[in-house]
Structures are given as structure tokens and as C-alpha cells.
């Protein structure tokens, strides 16, 4: 099959948007097809691209962590969803969050102004044209699972994600909680809702003994650790929610002057400041007790729910087996994966995946090697932790420092960092601003 400058692209989220971005971006022809309004998931909802279903976070926009460092190098690739981002940006502290909407809306444009061609048509069978990048994500339709299934000889690995609530900020007692950010850094951007002990066992109780939806049906599902339901996390033991989403650490009750007992933060979702996400409170509860163990949260008594929290299935393919640190299909080089399908796990890890697709798919049609950044960076890391062929019972993976190599001394994750930022610009110099934007 004649390979040629035209990169199809199936799936636009965000994957899927920034491998269009490269395409275009680069001389290529970026044919983009997407099944949106013809068909929606069960998670989507707006007709636009790169639609945000779990939070509005892009997580942590510091150079002292993963995240951060993640999006330093996104950024040296030109990243579409990085600039989106900071376009329709909301106040959150050292968060990148985002107005859904407008960060949707900004990304649909910018692919339409620079010529990507959206094809509005749901793909049930793989297109004979190559190359070919498959970013259909974490809910690719049971037709098109059926057809990845075919291709790479196995049934694919699946597990559930849920998403948060999110509230109207003017249904929030603000008698009852607090604005501030943890140990005052970046703002006072979160809403912080204090308990007492007696507060939070009361929580506890009702949140532990409460209904959810198929509880028979999704009884064997493993829940990804990054994203687990609030009360799966509960039945771990009454103090585990403590060391994770409602610990109080950071943050001082302006009312008492000392540190609550265990507190509920809900972070902004919108530029209007009129809905906030309630931080780490992923649930496959029903919706009546949403909204009945929820409004136990002091602060949340009246709180009405803008969105309810629900359940969704999610697929990624067994990469170590299948493809290559490129994102090429082993048996296939001319097709691509890219985003949550290889078992990237976040926003900002699945936009570089699409971007590095993206990359590499030009690359093909141009007849040049397909390049991935080494080891000592964070995108490398990521890649070669999911196509490391050696890796059994393979499950998703955030970006994260203990993917990179260990460094001996003291201040090891500083000069993980310094390393990191050093070996990807270096790389990116040598590798692709030498070769005319391909």
C-alpha cells in the first residue's frame, strides 16, 4: 500500500486533536474523523472536539513534578492542547484547570483554521489508508473494539472509570467553608469544606453503606487507581480517604485557626466561577445518594449538583505485546495507536501521545525513521513504560518521576528534573528541528 502525506486520524479527542495538529503543522494532510454528533459515548456530550469527561484539571503546571515537567516538553513540541489551555484557563492555584467548553470550543477552531479536514462519520471497520493513527480512547465503540480486537489478535483489556460531581457555587454555605489553596501556594483558589471528627465518621458511615449503580453488574471490574470511586477508596478502611482526598493537611480553618480534621475541596470548572468540581469524588453511587450522602458535607447541605457523578467503561490495548516505542502496531508500521487506547493514563499524557503519533506518522509517509525522546525525559519514560515488552499483567500509567531513571546523591528528583528538561530539548534540537518540521 502506497504510503502519502494524508495521515487519517480516527477519534477526536485529544489524542486524536493534537496528532491532527502535528500533521497539519508539518505539511501533512490531516484527515481527522470523528462519529460526534452522529453518535456520542455515553460519557460525551458536546458536539466539539477534545471534550474533557472526568475533571477539568490538566494536573500540576510546576517544574518540580511530572506533570509539569510533562507539559515543559509538550510545550517545545507545540502543543495544541497545552496552548488551548492556557487560552481558557481558570484560577486554580498551580493547577492548569480549564473551562471545558471554551477549551473545547478553541481547539475545534484552531484544527478547522489550520486545514485539517473533520469528517463527521462513525468508523466501524479500519480505513485502508495509511498511515493511519487510532485514537479512538478509552470508549471506542464496541463496533470499532470489535475491529482493533481483529487486528491485533486479542481481546482488548478494559476497565471502568468514574467521574465527579460537579455543584453551582452559589448553592455552597460559604458560612460553613473556606477559600484557600494548600499551605497558601498559588491562591486562594479552592472552596475547602472543613469536617470534625464526628462530621467525618458521620460521612464515612453513610458514604460506606450506601447504594450504587450495578453493583452485580460491575462487581469484577478493576477500578484504575488514578481515578477509583470515592467510596471503593472508603471500603479500603475509615481512615483511607484521609490520606487521599479529603486529607486536611496544608490548610487551616480560618473559623478555628487549626487544621481540620479531614476536608472536602471543590475546584473551579469554569471561567464564569459558577461550578466547581468536587475534588477526588469520582462515584458510581445512584443519583438519589449522590445527592443524600454528598449533602452531609458541611458546606454542601443545599449544595445542587450541575453535573452527578456516573460510571463509564473504559478499553486499552495490551501495548508491551503489540507495539513499538513509536506507537507503531509491531506487525504494521504504518498503523498507529495513540492516547488512553495504548494505556497512557491522563489528559496531558494522552496529548502526547497523540503528538508523538503525529510526529512519527509524518515521519512514515516521508520515508524517515520514526524517533522517540530517550528514556531520561518524560514522554520517553511514558512510551517505554507501556511498550516495554518485558512488562506483564499490564495495566494504565501516569506520568510520573519513577519512571525515569534513578540518579544517585542528594535533591535526586531536582536533577531528574534538570536532566529531563536538558535531554528533551537536546533531542528535539538534534532530532526534529533539523529536519524541516518533519
Known amino acids: 500500500m502506497t504510503l502519502k502525506n494524508e495521515i487519517t486520524i480516527i477519534g477526536g479527542g485529544l489524542a486524536g486533536c493534537e496528532a491532527a495538529w502535528q500533521v497539519a503543522g508539518r505539511g501533512g494532510l490531516a484527515r481527522l474523523i470523528e462519529m460526534k454528533p452522529r453518535r456520542f459515548s455515553p460519557a460525551h456530550s458536546m458536539e466539539t472536539l477534545s471534550e474533557l469527561v472526568c475533571s477539568n484539571s490538566l494536573k500540576s503546571d510546576s517544574l518540580d513534578n511530572a506533570s509539569g515537567v510533562l507539559k515543559d516538553e509538550m510545550r517545545v513540541l507545540g502543543s495544541l492542547v497545552v496552548k488551548a489551555a492556557e487560552a481558557t484557563r481558570v484560577p486554580a492555584g498551580k493547577t492548569l484547570a480549564v473551562d471545558r467548553k471554551a477549551f473545547s470550543a478553541h481547539i475545534t477552531e484552531a484544527l478547522i483554521s ?34 482493533i480486537q481483529r487486528l491485533v489478535g486479542t481481546e482488548s483489556l478494559n476497565f471502568y472509570d468514574a467521574v465527579a460531581p460537579i455543584v453551582y457555587k452559589d448553592s455552597i454555605d460559604m458560612g460553613r467553608a473556606f477559600m484557600a489553596s494548600r499551605w497558601s501556594k498559588g491562591g486562594d483558589d479552592y472552596i475547602n469544606c472543613p469536617m470534625s471528627e464526628a462530621e467525618y465518621e458521620r460521612f464515612y458511615n453513610e458514604l460506606v453503606s450506601s447504594d450504587r449503580v450495578g453493583a452485580r453488574e460491575f462487581e469484577d471490574m478493576a477500578s484504575f487507581e488514578g481515578c477509583m470511586p470515592i467510596e471503593v477508596m472508603a471500603g479500603r478502611g475509615p481512615k483511607t480517604l484521609l490520606f487521599g482526598p479529603m486529607r486536611p493537611v496544608g490548610l487551616t480553618d480560618p473559623r478555628t485557626g487549626r487544621r481540620p480534621f479531614a476536608v472536602v475541596q471543590l475546584r473551579r470548572e469554569n471561567l464564569e466561577d459558577t461550578l466547581y468540581n468536587i475534588v477526588g469524588f ?18 454542601l447541605e443545599k449544595a445542587e449538583f450541575a453535573r452527578l457523578g456516573k460510571l463509564h467503561r473504559n478499553i486499552f490495548i495490551d501495548s508491551p505485546r503489540f507495539l513499538s516505542e513509536t506507537q507503531q502496531l509491531r506487525s504494521d508500521g504504518s498503523i498507529f495507536f495513540a492516547g488512553q487506547i495504548t494505556g497512557v493514563e491522563g489528559y496531558t499524557e494522552s496529548a502526547a501521545s497523540g503528538i508523538m503519533a503525529g510526529i512519527n506518522a509524518m515521519r512514515v509517509a516521508a520515508g524517515l525513521t520514526p524517533v522517540c525522546p530517550p528514556p531520561t525525559t518524560i514522554i520517553g519514560a511514558l512510551l517505554g513504560y507501556i511498550t516495554d515488552e518485558s512488562r506483564k499483567d499490564f495495566q494504565p500509567m501516569n506520568s510520573n518521576m519513577g519512571l525515569l531513571p534513578e540518579l544517585p546523591g542528594k535533591d535526586r528528583r531536582e536533577k531528574q528534573v534538570q536532566r529531563a528538561i536538558r535531554d528533551f530539548r537536546a533531542w528535539y534540537a538534534e532530532t526534529l528541528e533539523t529536519s524541516k518540521g518533519i
Do not use: C, N
Not at 122 to 140: H, M, Y
Open 114 to 147: 489550520s486545514g485539517v479536514r473533520i469528517i463527521r462519520e462513525e468508523i466501524k471497520r479500519l480505513p485502508e489508508d495509511r498511515p493511519v493513527i487510532i485514537a479512538t480512547g478509552p470508549l471506542t465503540t464496541e463496533e470499532f473494539a470489535a475491529e
Open 282 to 299: 469520582q462515584t458510581r453511587l445512584t443519583f438519589p445518594e449522590q445527592k443524600r450522602v454528598f449533602r452531609t458535607i458541611p458546606g
